[in-house]
């Protein structure tokens, strides 16, 4: 008889588990190399265009931990993820089917004033596209963590995530570089954008219908059961109408009862925010400064290409040259971010044997320092070679800062009594424990301070006497909060944090940006602020907290 494969078999529903991934990135980079230079054509100046590509991140940030924490604690025969990822990547199909007609839409609509509402339904649609694609791709993140919950197995599906994500990055990057307008198809479409959108909308519809195949463990088979109307126990309505009630009120009921649900669970996610874990707190402030190094790069290089570099004109008339210079500079930076893309695909294959060799904190901080030499020769260098090869070289540290963060969390969620314990709750354990040894019976003292209804986790005696780092951020260590706060801490509420972080990355660069390139009348001022917060980023990464050892620092 011969035996499957163990390796081959969890190599498989690896690349399952990521196809979404996949198709989903692939959707985002092509709207993040579209959409700026679609706002400049819709008439915004340089700030307002930045300002409206801050949006969609705050609203990300927003709903990002009420999604999460929902998430952990959702109840279903699909499971927790896969019905919030199904939902959010309708967003993204609006988005791309939208983007490329905001035009024509605006005219139909509002013939009188159609270049304004070109801007709001772009904006919109950007909103949708980046709102529902950044909260799907942090839920696979979640669903990656809970089927490969070890922590060689959560390393090595990381980086499978990895490399899907720069995979989709070079089909997303690789479409638009590519002149598709000579094909009858592409015109019948309605021109280049409308068929690059047409072409990646289908692959990531089919790579959302993988997920249906993917085995999530069911939530709801240990809830208890409840008396429910005889008449409609079988049905959507039944299982959530508890008594002999009207069908047309089961709807309200329902939405009554999540919609409390959501509300009651507004405080917990207050207090979990609020009351960060010190080692998390420094790996989101590391992952801010250093994602947003490379946003500033990823989000404007198609400007910077085509205006610093090529010194085109992106407002000119269509058959101007200064607007064909643009366009020019634009396909080079497509081909430019390709192959940042394509240098992350590869870091990504080598990338767990890399960390399980030098370390997480080499691996990371080298990462950080890759950001600083590109950003640093391209502020300074007029050879579109060589921003390019630059440019590049980034696709490292993308890698470095897409794997090395979420094992980190996966690392803390599995010894959360290390990692998350303050050094009050840690003496007033050691203060029960001597208590025990010196009452006669065994038994604890009843009115010992501290958590005396805390059952002890396996293996926190080997880790007592250790210090560590403080629980609450904000310094509130009072009473039984320094106990509860982590036991409450779920893998989707953290890594919807750790995406904030991403998120935060967005925003800032997009809220100041374009002030900073008006006052300095020069687009060389985007590598130049590049390279000052990769700096920023390099200092932090060295105050992240990496094993048990970095916890006496």
Known sequence: MKLENPLRGQMCRLLLVNMLTFGLEACLSAGTLYIPPLLLQAGLEEHTMTMALAVSPVLTLVILPMLGSASDSWK?????????????????????????????????????????????????????LDVGGQAALTMVMALVSDLFPKEEENRRAFAINSMMTSLGGCLGFLLPAVDWSHYAIATYLGGQKAFVCVILTTFCFLCLITTIFIK????????????????????????????????????L????????????????????????????????????????????????????????????????????????????????ASVGLLLQSAVSVLSSVIMDCWITLLGSRVVYVSGAAVAVLATLVASFTNSVTTVVIMV????????????????????????????????????????????????????????????????????????????????????????????????????????????????????????????????AKSVRAYMATACFVSVLAFFCSTRVIYNREDLHC
Request: aromatic share 10%; net charge positive; with cysteine.
């Open 76 to 128: 279903s025969r699909y499971g927790r993820r896969r019905p919030f990822i199904w939902v959010l990547c309708l967003g993204v199909f609006w988005g791309m089917q939208i983007i490329p007609h905001t035009w024509q839409l605006a005219t139909l609509l509002f013939p009188h004033y159609p270049r304004w509402f070109e801007g709001v339904l772009l904006a919109g649609a950007v909103c949708l």
């Open 216 to 251: 999530e463990e069911s939530t709801i088979k240990d809830e208890p059961k409840k008396i429910v109307c005889r008449r409609y126990s079988n049905t959507w309505k039944g299982r959530n109408c508890p008594n002999e009630i009207l069908p047309g009120h089961c709807c």
């Open 253 to 332: 009921i329902t939405l009554r009862r999540y919609t409390l649900s959501g509300l009651s669970a507004l405080p917990r996610m207050y207090k979990s925010v609020t009351h960060v874990p010190a080692v998390i707190w420094r790996l989101c402030v590391a992952e801010t400064f250093n994602w947003t190094a490379i946003m500033i790069v990823f989000l404007f290089f198609g400007d910077y290409m085509g205006e610093g570099l090529y010194k085109g004109e992106p407002k000119a008339d269509p058959q101007s040259e200064g607007k064909q210079l643009f366009d020019e500079g634009v396909r080079m």
């Open 392 to 519: 590049a070289l980034t696709g490292y540290s993308m890698c470095v800062f897409n794997v090395v963060p979420r094992t980190l969390l996966c690392l803390y969620h599995s010894q959360k009594q290390v990692f998350f314990t303050s050094p009050t709750s840690k003496s007033q354990q050691l203060s029960e424990r001597g208590d025990n040894k010196l009452t006669s019976n065994g038994q604890a003292p009843l009115n010992s301070p501290g958590c005396t209804t805390r059952q002890p986790f396996p293996g926190t005696e080997s880790s007592i006497g250790s210090p560590h780092v403080s629980l609450m951020v904000d310094g509130g260590d009072k009473g039984n909060e320094d106990c509860l706060p982590h036991l409450q801490r779920g893998m989707g509420f953290d890594m919807a944090l750790l995406d904030g972080a991403y998120l935060l990355s967005q925003i800032l660069p997009a809220m100041s940006i374009g002030f900073i390139v008006e006052m």
